[in-house]
């Protein structure tokens, strides 16, 4: 699992996950690890579906997370998938 040595970069405040070919399961993994120290991803392209696995997950699990991300850029190609995904708040 890939992921799992990612995640021993505790300091980690930069990264680039985005045509990784890890899965959205694989790319949540890496946020929720890095969750204290992650600040800037270059390319969040993945990250809606990341943020909607997590929600349908912690469901199930029925826990919370604050990630500390600052800033990151999509491409402006993005496609949501579903309505609930392009709602604002």
Known sequence: MPWGNFCRFRCLQEANLFRT????????RILTGLKGSLRHLSRGDFLCDVLDHLEWSSKEVGSELTFMI???WASEEYFFHTREQAKTS
């Open 21 to 28: 070919g890890l899965s959205t399961q694989g790319l949540l």
């Open 70 to 72: 600052e800033d990151f």
